[in-house]
Each structure stands twice: as structure tokens, then as C-alpha cells.
């Protein structure tokens, strides 16, 4: 507070004809909007815009704000990628994925279906020239973004009946997102759209067989356990989902060198900070869903190698036709390749002793 | 540039004894020093800190700057938390474990040997309550800390000869860090200390029988395949080791509040990009010091059984009489307990099926 009126009283010297033009050009009065994807319920994915506006307005004594607005309540989240494009809002905090419709080159900044997990997607973004890549493809639409947040690997959904072999996806009307509907077609699946709220009803009279959201945490608020008690593992079209802060280039670009630092500087830390918060919660979250019915269910590997195989087909065909998505996947699956040789060899096995001794009661 | 000559303009004008004392306030001239526990040929480690370092400079239009130096330029690592506590200077970057021998507590803000992975970490830091627990015991040493910085799971280091039981470990001569060696002590082995520069002499002479470091991209600049070709994996007692950035409590406290903020914020982003850096290059490295000799073995269930056995006696002892190292092991192993439930559940059978695919040649 005390700052902030020091920070008027300078103004009032400036605006009163002194020369220190310095001043207002190194820490100018800035109030941004960013419209977030989420509404305020989802606090793991509305809190990251939050805590973002957070760090820029504490690192700027307040002369940097960036008010933030849930889903809907000034842009729905199907227009925030267009909304901070054109300008209308300055920034947004969203899944470049919800837009794959406009090119599904967005798809990837996001997730790609049993692609990189959380820790491989960072490692590509921040130096295997991920983030160049993107924003390659992003600055042609007028939209600088950078990482801001993952849900690390997501559930594959509540379904009503058990599913055992790929031949029970034929004709399960499927609520999920666009691009896994895309894949998921080829396994004979009838992807739905409904809104989140309206999941447990659709699942409770039948209009629906399944439904996939996040993980535990998000999902144990809809309270679909009691209405489609399997729920399956892993979400292999989201093993790791990357949420970007967007902001419309013009803009950005015009900002003090400053301001700019601290945008990415502020994203990286929410970045991993939403990561940690979905591990910690998530943790609880599991014991929670299953208190309340829930009964976990891997998929079978039959299951997953069709889900891979019509992943491959679908990642072809685009490929074939659109030369910026077969640029940032090729890309990606050359990083993919390697990485997962280097995590065989000392992250896996670490992992996969303690689970061990965890199942043994031993921890 | 131009910012600064503003800055030193408004600078001049203040000094002349305008009436603008709120922007020497607000964005006061602050240069502090930081040392890093590490050279810079090891680029990760002490990159981190230049990165620390620049987020801050560039935040602040170059006003609150922290020279980094590297490990004995101004400080011994061994020094390093000595120094920050008397502040003599500012800011280390270093791991708490190296000081374990002033307090055992101090292992634990680093690494638990069989403890959570550096996911795990991130979400106990920042939202199971680590991170103050944590402070809490670095304040009563006039210190307050951030973590900046995560190896990921490091390798269990270079042998002689195979180990294939843990009585290969009698005897043996293992170059390790401190807590470790407490650790491995009760398995027989007799820990060494040699400086990195000296370990590939130890090794060719036969003075020692193994050494372990990190994993293989800094390890790979030692060239320790050629005389040690055994290169075990994982290294359990080094899971995922956090880094610090540690900084004297009372200047932290006298810091403006955004200068605080900025140096919690950064740290965070620091934290994340160094685990970044980390998968990316051991990526690579793996690849390399397969090439130049080195022989991939897994540490054996039984020698992984025995190194368990062999932490929880260490730990019950020092528990039994250290109440601050009681009261971090419990809130960690307490998480851990439900955090590889959670594990099991979503990361680790969709990291299984890619792992899978990869042997398979299938990505």
C-alpha cells in the first residue's frame, strides 16, 4: 500500500513537467485482462492464472496488473484463442488444444496422445526448441504463449460398463475432448461434447456410456461414481497436458523489456507449480473417489496398442496434409524416441522399487 | 541499456534532493553475491544459478543484481552455508545435504534416499507444507531457502568390477557423498571423498573401486568408462536431489517486498528449468557414455532390498535423537506413503506402455 502511494506520488511529480521520463517508461502503469479456460470451481487450473496475475502484479509493486476473469464471464474458452489474437483481451490462459479445430497444428503444444509425459514435454519446450517451435506457429496468428501449467497424466475416464477389449469402444458414445474423439473413431467409438455439468446426468439416464474430464481431483467434484462406477487408466490421449499463458503479440511486444521477463519468468514458475498442486492433490483425491465407489480399471495393453495404432493413423493422415503439425511432431517424436531410453535407465526403475516396497506395505 | 541511463538519470535527480524518495524505494539499487557450490564447467548445476540470477537482473531493469561465483571463487562449497548464515555473502546456490554434518536435518530439505521423486518433492514443497517446514528449521541458521533446482534421479556410479549381491559391497571403496556413505557403511562399504578431479586417478590406480557423481551428462565429462566401466543404475539414495537457493535472513527480510517476491517466483522457475536442462542433455549423454564404454548394469532387487534396510536403520537412528530431522522425515515419508499410490495409478502404466513401445521399436 505504502509503495503504491509512493509509486502515485512519483507520478504526480512526473505528470507535473519534471524531467524524469525514466520513471514512467521503466515501470509503467499496465492493467491487463486474461481470460482463464476454467471456471473458478476447478481451482488446480483457474488458480495457475491467479497465481500468475499474482507474481507479475507483486513483482511490479502493483504497476503491472493482469485482472483475471474465469471461463465465460467475459470470453467463452472456445473464443479465448481468438479473443487474445484479435486483441480484445490481452491475455489468456487456456489449452492451445481447444482450438485444434481452427488447425490442428494446436493440438501439440498441448499434449500429443501417448506422447511425452509432464517432465519429457518441459524438457522439449524449454531446450529441445519446443517453445520456439510453437510460437513459430502461434506469432503467425498474432499470439506470443508460453507453459504455464500441466495435469500430468489424466484418468481415461468413467465408464458404465467394464470395457475389455477394443471391441467394446464400437459404439460407446464417448464424452471427450475433440482431438481424442478424432482418434477415438477409429476405434469405432461416437464421441459427445457435452459441458462438464451436464456429464453426471447424461451418464445417470444412459444418453451417455462414458465420460473422460482430468484426473481425480477434478473429476471427484462431479461426483460420477456413483452413476459410472469403472474408471480407467491411464488417459493415453492426455499423458501429460500442457496449459499455455497466451498473450496477444502486439501487445507483448510493446511492453518494457521488463514486464516481458517477468510474463516468462512468471510462467515457468507456474508451470511446475501447477503440477505440484495437482500431485498433492490428487494424491487424497484417489483414496477420495474410490471411498465413494469409484473402481479403478488399467485398460488392457490390447487396448492400449489399438488406442496407439489408431493415434498413428490419425497423427499420418495430418501429417500428410498440414506441414506445420508434421514439423512440431516430428519434432516432438524424435525427442520422444530418446528420452524414454534415458528414463528406462535411472527414473523408472527408482520408481518402480518403491511402488514395489509401497505394495509390499513397506513405505 | 537505455533503461539504466533512465534509471541513472532518475537516480541524479534524486540525489539533487527532489522529493521522489518512492522510487529509490520501491526499485532501490541492490547488488548482492551469490555463490554457487559449483564450477562452471558443470553446466546445469551452476547455470541455474546464472539463470536465478538473470530472471532477477532482467525483472528489475538491471536495479537488484546478484553476481554469481563459482564454487571457491569467493566461497569453498563446504563454506557455502556457513558464509550465507553469517552473511558474509548474500546467496549460495547449493545443496542443503553437503552441510549434513552440521545436522542431519539438513539432508532431508536435498534428498530421502528411497524418498519421493522430484514430482513428488515439488508437490510436498510447495503445497504438503515442505517448504516451510523446511524454512523452519533454515531460519533458526539465519538462512531462508527456495528450492532451484532438481538433478532427477540420479545413477548409482561407476564400478571396477560387477556388483551382483550386496556382499560384492564389503570392503568395497566407493567414492560417494557423506549421507550416503553413513548409509552404505552398514552394507560394508568403505566411503571415500575424493574432489571430482581426482576421481578418474583414484579409479585407473585402483585406490578406489567406485565413484558415483550425478548421471550421465556430467558424469560423461569425467570420461570414467574407460576405468570404472560399470555403470550402475538407479541411484537410490539420490532419487532426486533439490537444490537451494539459499539466502541471508535478515537481508531477505529487509529486501523490498517485490524484490522478495521476485526471488520466490524466480527460484520457482529456476526450479523447474534445471530438471528441464537435466532431461534434456542426460538425454543425449546416455547415448554418449554407452559409446565410450560404459556398461549399463541394474543394481540387483537384492542389493536394492539391502540399500532400503540399510536407510531405514540410518534414519530410525538419527530420528531417535534429532527432533527436527524426526519432524521432516515423518512429513515426507507420511507423503510418500500416498504419493506412489497415486503414481501407480495414472504416470506409471502410461510411462510403462511408451517404455514398452520403445523396446519394441514401435516410436
Redesign the interface.
Known amino acids: 500500500m505504502k509503495?503504491r502511494?509512493?509509486?502515485g506520488?512519483?507520478t504526480a511529480?512526473a505528470a507535473s513537467g519534471?524531467?524524469?521520463?525514466?520513471?514512467a517508461?521503466?515501470?509503467p502503469k499496465v492493467s491487463w485482462r486474461m481470460t482463464s479456460a476454467f471456471p473458478n470451481s476447478l481451482d488446480t487450473l483457474f488458480g495457475a492464472a491467479k497465481l500468475l496475475s499474482k507474481?507479475v502484479s507483486?513483482?511490479?509493486?502493483g504497476n503491472f496488473t493482469i485482472d483475471v476473469f474465469a471461463a465465460g464471464e467475459i470470453v467463452p474458452t472456445a473464443q479465448a484463442y481468438d479473443a487474445v489474437a484479435s486483441g480484445s483481451v490481452e491475455a489468456a490462459h487456456t489449452a492451445a488444444y481447444y482450438y485444434w479445430g481452427k488447425d490442428p497444428t494446436l493440438q501439440l503444444p498441448t499434449t500429443l496422445p501417448?506422447g511425452l509425459?509432464?517432465?519429457?514435454m518441459?524438457?522439449?519446450?524449454?531446450?529441445?526448441g519446443g517453445n520456439d517451435l510453437c510460437n513459430a506457429f502461434f506469432n503467425t496468428q498474432g499470439i506470443v504463449a508460453f507453459p504455464a501449467g500441466n495435469t500430468?497424466?489424466?484418468?481415461g475416464g468413467w465408464f458404465r460398463k467394464e470395457i475389455n477389449t477394443p471391441a467394446d469402444f464400437q459404439g460407446l458414445k464417448f464424452r471427450m475432448g475433440g482431438f481424442a474423439g478424432k482418434i477415438m473413431q477409429k476405434m469405432g467409438v461416437i464421441p459427445q461434447s457435452q459441458p462438464a455439468a451436464q456429464i453426471y446426468e447424461a451418464l445417470e439416464k444412459g444418453t451417455i456410456d462414458a465420460a473422460e474430464f482430468v484426473?481425480?481431483y477434478d473429476d471427484g467434484k462431479l461426483g460420477l461414481a456413483k452413476v459410472a462406477p469403472y474408471y480407467y487408466?491411464?488417459?493415453?490421449w492426455e499423458?501429460a497436458a500442457a496449459l499455455h499463458a497466451m498473450f496477444n503479440k502486439a501487445k507483448y511486444d510493446a511492453l518494457?523489456?521488463?514486464y516481458q521477463?517477468?510474463l516468462q519468468?512468471?510462467s515457468?514458475?507456474v508451470?511446475?507449480?501447477m503440477?505440484?498442486?495437482y500431485?498433492?492433490?490428487?494424491?487424497?483425491a484417489?483414496?477420495s473417489v474410490v471411498a465413494a465407489g469409484a473402481q479403478?480399471r488399467?485398460f488392457s495393453?490390447e487396448i492400449?496398442k489399438a488406442g496407439?495404432d489408431a493415434t498413428n493413423q490419425v497423427l499420418a493422415e495430418l501429417s500428410a496434409s498440414n506441414a506445420n503439425f508434421a514439423k512440431l511432431l516430428k519434432s516432438i517424436?524424435d525427442?520422444?524416441?530418446?528420452?524414454?531410453?534415458?528414463?528406462?535407465?535411472?527414473?523408472?526403475?527408482?520408481?518402480?522399487?518403491?511402488?514395489q516396497?509401497?505394495r509390499a506395505g513397506?513405505?
Open positions: 509503495r502511494q509512493f509509486f506520488a512519483a511529480v519534471l524531467a524524469i521520463p525514466a520513471i517508461q521503466a515501470a507474481y507483486d513483482a511490479t509493486d501417448f509425459d509432464g517432465r519429457g518441459n524438457a522439449w519446450f524449454y531446450y529441445g500430468g497424466a489424466q484418468m484426473g481425480p487408466y491411464p488417459g493415453w499423458g518494457p523489456p521488463a521477463s517477468i519468468s512468471a515457468q514458475a508451470n511446475l507449480d503440477q505440484a498442486h500431485d498433492f492433490v490428487n494424491t487424497t484417489i483414496k479403478l488399467a495393453p492400449l496407439f517424436q525427442f520422444r524416441k530418446d528420452y524414454y531410453v534415458w528414463m528406462q535407465v535411472a527414473e523408472l526403475p527408482y520408481n518402480s522399487f518403491i511402488v516396497e509401497q513397506a513405505i
